[in-house]
């Protein structure tokens, strides 16, 4: 599957788990692209545990230990086995690095998909057993580290907005919840990379839930806040251009109409050649 780096998924994913454990926040610290070495080999996210001996409910985090490291797959990305040996390894590395006991550690990973392949693996090769604990959280049990695969299309809307919602086929009622719940807990300034991936992952969601009567002013609020604004009127200006150049309007009439910059307007020409 082709991996999409046009859209900035993995600072979503920092800011949208962060928004799933906000509740522990004073007793957990967030790494996001954790250096595990001097050359550039990363884990996803790092989580650590500032006070040791707290319990974490929620369902995503139950495994948790002192360290827990966790591999995010975009929504065009997925868990392979490679990937899975990998971050492994990489949970070995983090231990004798940090000369940390590996049972202090737990391994997460996390993707838009059903890891089947992946849990076909560990049955049959590593002999391990997968339960599915709750929608979407697969435990594997058998190995001295605790592990847990996560299909966050299939999380609990009600218990996992954030994780749930991170990826590219909402529907405008999902946009309209994740924006009044950012509105209604004040976080919108600390998730404008997750907004601002969603905006570009949903466009046509977005633009649906912006008609919709009702919410519509919740959501331009959270646009605007998420400084989301500016760049929508430039694409609804930039589809007035595109439009116009159809028609067979001058170049000059379309700067004036949409006030886009004249570099804009003539590569529109070039592709409509």
Not at 82 to 107: E, M, W
Not at 125 to 133: A, D, L, P
Not at 174 to 187: G, H, N, P, T, W
Request: glycine fraction near 2%; charge should be negative.
């Amino acid at each position: 599957m082709k991996r999409d780096n046009s859209i900035a998924w993995h600072t979503a994913f920092s800011e949208a788990i962060q928004m799933e454990l906000n509740e522990y926040k004073d007793s957990l610290e967030f790494h996001s692209e954790y250096p595990l070495t001097m050359e550039p080999l990363r884990i996803d996210c790092v989580i650590i545990k500032k006070v040791k001996d707290i319990v974490i409910k929620k369902n995503i985090a139950t495994i948790f230990r002192n360290i827990n490291l966790i591999e995010y797959k975009s929504p065009t990305d997925y868990v392979s086995i490679a990937d899975f040996y990998k971050v492994y390894a990489y949970a070995c590395l983090y231990a004798s690095i940090n000369n940390v006991p590996v049972t202090s550690l737990t391994l997460t990973f996390v993707e838009s998909h059903y890891p089947r392949k992946l849990i076909e693996h560990l049955i049959k090769v590593r002999g391990y057993t997968v339960e599915e604990k709750s929608p979407g959280i697969y435990t594997v049990i058998g190995d001295i580290l605790p592990i847990q695969l996560i299909d966050n299309r299939q999380l609990s809307a009600e218990e996992n907005l954030w994780l749930k919602n991170l990826n590219n086929c909402l529907d405008p009622l999902a946009v309209l919840q994740i924006s009044e719940e950012a509105d209604r807990q004040d976080k919108a300034a600390r998730i404008k990379a997750y907004m601002s991936v969603l905006a570009k992952a949903n466009y046509k969601a977005i633009e649906e839930a912006i008609k919709m009567s009702s919410p519509a002013k919740s959501l331009d609020e959270v646009l605007e806040r998420t400084g989301l604004a500016a760049r929508w009127e430039e694409r609804k200006a930039f589809d007035i251009a595109k439009n116009m150049v159809n028609l067979g309007y001058s170049a000059e009439a379309v700067i004036t109409a949409t006030q886009l910059e004249s570099e804009k307007v003539k590569a529109l020409y070039e592709e409509a050649k």
